[in-house]
Protein backbone atom coordinates (compact mmCIF):
# COMPACT_ATOMS: atom_id res chain seq x y z
CA UNK A 1 0.00 0.00 0.00
CA UNK A 2 1.00 3.41 -0.92
CA UNK A 3 1.30 6.45 1.37
CA UNK A 4 -1.69 8.56 1.79
CA UNK A 5 -1.46 11.14 -0.39
CA UNK A 6 -3.05 15.32 0.28
CA UNK A 7 -4.09 16.79 -2.93
CA UNK A 8 -5.05 20.07 -3.31
CA UNK A 9 -7.65 20.22 -6.70
CA UNK A 10 -8.40 23.12 -8.05
CA UNK A 11 -11.67 23.28 -11.00
CA UNK A 12 -12.99 20.04 -8.86
CA UNK A 13 -16.83 20.53 -10.31
CA UNK A 14 -14.76 20.11 -13.72
CA UNK A 15 -15.31 17.44 -15.68
CA UNK A 16 -11.27 16.34 -15.22
CA UNK A 17 -11.96 17.43 -11.00
CA UNK A 18 -14.77 14.52 -10.70
CA UNK A 19 -12.62 11.89 -12.55
CA UNK A 20 -9.81 12.39 -10.42
CA UNK A 21 -11.82 12.61 -7.28
CA UNK A 22 -13.20 9.61 -7.99
CA UNK A 23 -9.92 7.28 -8.62
CA UNK A 24 -8.17 9.42 -6.01
CA UNK A 25 -10.39 8.77 -2.86
CA UNK A 26 -10.77 5.16 -4.51
CA UNK A 27 -7.05 4.95 -3.69
CA UNK A 28 -7.58 6.19 -0.24
CA UNK A 29 -5.69 9.93 -1.06
CA UNK A 30 -7.18 12.74 1.20
CA UNK A 31 -8.42 15.07 -1.85
CA UNK A 32 -9.35 18.89 -0.88
CA UNK A 33 -11.02 20.38 -3.62
CA UNK A 34 -12.35 24.02 -2.65
CA UNK A 35 -15.18 25.66 -5.37
CA UNK A 36 -14.36 28.89 -6.71
CA UNK A 37 -16.69 30.50 -4.20
CA UNK A 38 -14.04 28.95 -1.65
CA UNK A 39 -11.28 29.88 -2.92
CA UNK A 40 -10.41 32.91 -4.98
CA UNK A 41 -7.09 31.78 -6.96
CA UNK A 42 -6.26 35.22 -7.39
CA UNK A 43 -5.71 36.20 -3.92
CA UNK A 44 -2.36 34.98 -2.86
CA UNK A 45 -3.07 35.21 0.93
CA UNK A 46 -5.97 32.65 0.37
CA UNK A 47 -4.02 29.89 -1.99
CA UNK A 48 -0.99 30.44 0.47
CA UNK A 49 -3.72 29.14 3.38
CA UNK A 50 -4.93 26.58 1.02
CA UNK A 51 -2.07 24.94 0.31
CA UNK A 52 -0.89 24.16 3.96
CA UNK A 53 -0.13 20.79 4.89
CA UNK A 54 -1.07 19.64 1.59
CA UNK A 55 1.45 17.60 -0.89
CA UNK A 56 0.52 17.69 -4.63
CA UNK A 57 -1.72 20.75 -6.16
CA UNK A 58 -3.39 20.10 -9.39
CA UNK A 59 -4.57 23.23 -11.26
CA UNK A 60 -7.37 21.92 -13.34
CA UNK A 61 -9.32 25.09 -13.01
CA UNK A 62 -10.34 26.40 -16.81
CA UNK A 63 -12.86 28.11 -18.28
CA UNK A 64 -12.90 26.53 -21.76
CA UNK A 65 -15.45 28.10 -24.38
CA UNK A 66 -16.82 26.36 -27.23
CA UNK A 67 -14.22 25.85 -30.23
CA UNK A 68 -15.87 27.47 -32.34
CA UNK A 69 -15.15 30.84 -30.32
CA UNK A 70 -11.48 30.52 -31.14
CA UNK A 71 -11.21 33.63 -33.04
CA UNK A 72 -12.37 35.58 -30.41
CA UNK A 73 -9.77 35.47 -27.76
CA UNK A 74 -12.00 38.00 -25.23
CA UNK A 75 -13.72 35.08 -24.77
CA UNK A 76 -11.04 33.22 -23.25
CA UNK A 77 -9.85 35.74 -20.79
CA UNK A 78 -10.92 34.16 -17.86
CA UNK A 79 -9.24 31.10 -18.94
CA UNK A 80 -5.79 32.81 -19.64
CA UNK A 81 -5.80 34.21 -16.14
CA UNK A 82 -6.62 30.89 -14.72
CA UNK A 83 -4.07 29.17 -16.83
CA UNK A 84 -1.38 31.90 -16.71
CA UNK A 85 -1.71 34.33 -13.49
CA UNK A 86 -3.47 31.54 -11.32
CA UNK A 87 -0.45 29.21 -12.15
CA UNK A 88 2.02 31.57 -11.13
CA UNK A 89 0.47 32.43 -7.64
CA UNK A 90 -0.25 28.74 -7.13
CA UNK A 91 3.39 27.69 -7.50
CA UNK A 92 4.51 30.75 -5.34
CA UNK A 93 2.22 29.82 -2.44
CA UNK A 94 3.51 25.84 -2.93
CA UNK A 95 6.93 26.37 -3.31
CA UNK A 96 6.49 28.81 0.44
CA UNK A 97 4.61 25.88 1.45
CA UNK A 98 7.13 22.99 0.85
CA UNK A 99 4.74 21.08 -1.54
CA UNK A 100 6.15 17.90 -3.26
CA UNK A 101 4.48 17.84 -6.72
CA UNK A 102 2.46 20.30 -9.12
CA UNK A 103 0.79 18.95 -11.50
CA UNK A 104 -0.55 21.24 -14.63
CA UNK A 105 -2.49 19.86 -17.19
CA UNK A 106 -2.72 21.45 -20.85
CA UNK A 107 -3.72 20.25 -24.46
CA UNK A 108 -2.06 18.10 -27.41
CA UNK A 109 -3.35 21.00 -29.07
CA UNK A 110 -0.24 23.55 -28.77
CA UNK A 111 1.73 20.44 -31.10
CA UNK A 112 2.07 21.76 -35.16
CA UNK A 113 -0.52 19.90 -36.31
CA UNK A 114 -0.57 17.13 -39.59
CA UNK A 115 2.37 14.99 -38.83
CA UNK A 116 3.53 12.60 -35.89
CA UNK A 117 4.51 14.29 -32.91
CA UNK A 118 5.93 13.70 -29.45
CA UNK A 119 6.86 15.47 -26.31
CA UNK A 120 10.34 16.56 -28.23
CA UNK A 121 8.56 17.93 -31.11
CA UNK A 122 9.15 21.71 -30.93
CA UNK A 123 6.02 24.06 -30.21
CA UNK A 124 5.93 27.26 -32.24
CA UNK A 125 3.22 29.79 -33.52
CA UNK A 126 0.18 28.30 -31.32
CA UNK A 127 -2.80 30.30 -31.34
CA UNK A 128 -3.45 33.52 -29.38
CA UNK A 129 -5.70 31.57 -27.15
CA UNK A 130 -3.44 28.66 -26.41
CA UNK A 131 -0.60 30.93 -25.16
CA UNK A 132 -1.51 30.89 -21.74
CA UNK A 133 -1.33 26.91 -21.65
CA UNK A 134 2.62 27.26 -22.49
CA UNK A 135 2.37 30.03 -19.70
CA UNK A 136 1.26 27.34 -17.50
CA UNK A 137 3.32 24.72 -18.24
CA UNK A 138 6.15 27.32 -17.81
CA UNK A 139 4.92 28.04 -13.89
CA UNK A 140 5.72 24.10 -13.45
CA UNK A 141 8.80 24.26 -14.87
CA UNK A 142 9.76 27.01 -12.73
CA UNK A 143 8.12 24.60 -9.90
CA UNK A 144 11.02 21.81 -10.96
CA UNK A 145 13.21 24.60 -11.48
CA UNK A 146 12.80 25.49 -7.78
CA UNK A 147 13.58 21.84 -6.59
CA UNK A 148 10.01 20.39 -6.45
CA UNK A 149 8.51 18.10 -9.03
CA UNK A 150 6.57 20.10 -11.69
CA UNK A 151 4.56 17.91 -13.93
CA UNK A 152 3.01 19.00 -17.53
CA UNK A 153 0.17 16.25 -18.76
CA UNK A 154 -0.59 17.64 -22.43
CA UNK A 155 -4.66 15.85 -22.35
CA UNK A 156 -5.86 14.81 -25.86
CA UNK A 157 -9.56 15.97 -26.66
CA UNK A 158 -11.48 14.57 -23.85
CA UNK A 159 -14.61 12.66 -24.34
CA UNK A 160 -17.26 11.05 -21.81
CA UNK A 161 -19.00 12.20 -18.70
CA UNK A 162 -18.53 15.98 -18.44
CA UNK A 163 -16.63 16.29 -21.61
CA UNK A 164 -19.97 17.47 -24.07
CA UNK A 165 -19.07 14.80 -26.14
CA UNK A 166 -19.92 10.89 -25.89
CA UNK A 167 -17.45 9.70 -28.79
CA UNK A 168 -14.01 10.80 -29.86
CA UNK A 169 -13.14 12.84 -32.78
CA UNK A 170 -10.28 10.88 -34.33
CA UNK A 171 -9.48 13.57 -36.91
CA UNK A 172 -8.00 15.87 -34.39
CA UNK A 173 -4.67 13.36 -33.67
CA UNK A 174 -5.26 13.26 -29.65
CA UNK A 175 -8.33 12.11 -28.03
CA UNK A 176 -8.70 10.83 -24.34
CA UNK A 177 -11.57 9.73 -22.14
CA UNK A 178 -12.30 11.43 -18.68
CA UNK A 179 -12.17 8.55 -17.04
CA UNK A 180 -8.66 7.45 -18.40
CA UNK A 181 -7.35 11.59 -17.83
CA UNK A 182 -8.75 10.67 -14.41
CA UNK A 183 -6.36 7.66 -13.71
CA UNK A 184 -3.45 9.71 -15.63
CA UNK A 185 -3.83 12.42 -13.39
CA UNK A 186 -3.43 10.06 -10.47
CA UNK A 187 -0.98 8.16 -11.88
CA UNK A 188 1.19 12.12 -12.45
CA UNK A 189 1.81 12.48 -8.71
CA UNK A 190 4.53 9.55 -8.75
CA UNK A 191 6.23 10.78 -12.34
CA UNK A 192 10.12 13.08 -12.32
CA UNK A 193 9.28 16.33 -13.29
CA UNK A 194 8.69 16.99 -17.27
CA UNK A 195 6.19 17.04 -20.23
CA UNK A 196 3.69 14.14 -21.00
CA UNK A 197 1.29 13.37 -23.61
CA UNK A 198 -1.79 11.80 -22.38
CA UNK A 199 -4.15 10.54 -25.10
CA UNK A 200 -5.19 7.07 -26.88
CA UNK A 201 -3.01 4.44 -28.06
CA UNK A 202 -1.70 4.94 -32.07
CA UNK A 203 -2.79 8.44 -32.49
CA UNK A 204 -0.80 11.07 -34.24
CA UNK A 205 0.33 12.47 -30.64
CA UNK A 206 2.52 9.80 -28.64
CA UNK A 207 1.64 8.60 -25.28
CA UNK A 208 4.72 6.56 -25.30
CA UNK A 209 6.41 8.72 -22.66
CA UNK A 210 3.72 8.42 -20.00
CA UNK A 211 2.73 4.96 -20.59
CA UNK A 212 6.70 3.51 -20.06
CA UNK A 213 6.99 5.89 -17.31
CA UNK A 214 4.09 4.90 -15.15
CA UNK A 215 1.94 1.77 -16.29
CA UNK A 216 -0.44 3.39 -17.50
CA UNK A 217 -2.88 2.90 -20.30
CA UNK A 218 -6.10 3.93 -21.87
CA UNK A 219 -8.86 1.44 -21.53
CA UNK A 220 -11.85 3.55 -23.02
Keep these: EGDVV ?4 TGGTGALGRAFQAVATAAGHDVLAPGHTELDLFDPPAV ?7 D ?7 RIQALGTMQQPGMWRENDRLRAEASAILVDAA ?8 VQPTVTFVY ?31 FARAGGRGVVLRLGLLDGPGAGKDHPNPALGATLHTADAGRALLAALDVPSGIYNVCRDSERVSNLRFATTTGWRPLR
Aim: proline share 7%; glycine share 4%; charged share 15%.
Design 6 to 9: RVLV
Design 48 to 54: VAAVQAV
Design 56 to 62: AVLHLAT
Design 95 to 102: LAAGVEVF
Design 112 to 142: PTGRPVSEDTPVADVPVILRSALAAEQQAAR
